[in-house]
């Protein structure tokens, strides 16, 4: 491949308003070309209409089967508070190991895909909160119905300088989906910055990221930080950063127009 095609996603479309804003913000006056949406987000039906009103903004599933709302009745992936588990290598072992969790998942999975359809909105991608998708069991049902639901591109978080003992697993997921006929990603940045993209960390990665090939950039804005959702996480300083003139004006130099996966014909 000789072009370079760059994907700017933000995660956690309509988890919360502020969420919500800052994707539509960034991606009218800023360089953010996808969103990735939770399908139990408080503010889904917010997020939906911004979507909407919004139509060159790309928008996948991302899937939710740790640290959020289930969509259906699922005591094996729920705690007793309802929601899902926030243990996610208890919840990992779970899915491998018991067959009950296993039919459990595939029926919260098809579930949030069926809710993603009723959206109306066109099908991007396809993602996991936590990168939870690189889970052999949550890929293998992807894939097993992917035909079912136009899932034509799946998110591979690759980011090669910081995958360690991840790699062997990266290269198995690249292969399963090949082989399934889904496409992704080439690699990922910003997985090491993670909640703490500035305008600098980006400028840097976007500096040094290859010159071909299909790269996403993901990042988690908000228009103010959120302790109780996103603790830790800089998420106004990621919003000032998808709109920064700095970065504009590099992508613009480097003749590189952000788009959405199913923009790249590949």
Not at 65 to 75: D, M, W
Not at 120 to 137: F, R, S
Not at 155 to 165: A, F, K
Request: hydrophobic share 45%.
């Amino acid at each position: 491949m000789n072009a370079t095609h760059l994907i700017i996603t933000a995660d956690d479309f309509g988890a919360h308003i502020a969420i919500n804003e800052a994707v539509e913000a960034a991606h009218h006056h800023g360089v953010l070309s996808a969103a990735s949406l939770m399908m139990g987000g408080e503010a889904l039906a917010d997020a939906v209409a911004r979507a909407k009103r919004s139509p060159k903004l790309r928008v996948g599933l991302h899937l939710t089967l740790v640290e959020g709302r289930p969509l259906t009745v699922c005591p094996k992936l729920m705690q007793q508070n309802g929601r899902f588990t926030e243990n996610l290598v208890k919840a990992g072992f779970i899915w491998f190991f018991s067959p009950s969790a296993r039919r459990q998942l595939k029926a919260e999975i098809t579930a949030q895909f069926e809710a993603f359809q009723a959206t109306g909105l066109k099908l991007d991608h396809v993602n996991a909160h936590n990168h939870m998708h690189i889970h052999p069991t949550v890929l293998g049902i992807i894939i097993d119905i992917s035909k079912r639901y136009g899932v034509k591109w799946v998110r591979l978080p690759y980011e090669p300088q910081t995958m360690g003992w991840l790699k062997p697993l990266m290269w198995m997921m690249r292969w399963r989906l090949k082989r399934s006929g889904i496409k992704t990603n080439d690699i990922m940045l910003g997985l090491a910055a993670s909640g703490h993209l500035s305008e600098i960390t980006m400028l840097k990665l976007l500096q040094s990221m290859p010159k071909s090939g299909i790269i996403e950039l993901y990042c988690h804005p908000a228009t103010v930080n959120l302790p109780d959702y996103l603790p830790g996480y800089e998420a106004v300083v990621e919003f000032a950063a998808l709109q920064s003139d700095v970065i504009v004006s590099h992508l613009s130099h480097e003749t590189i127009k952000p788009v959405g996966f199913s923009d790249i014909f590949a």
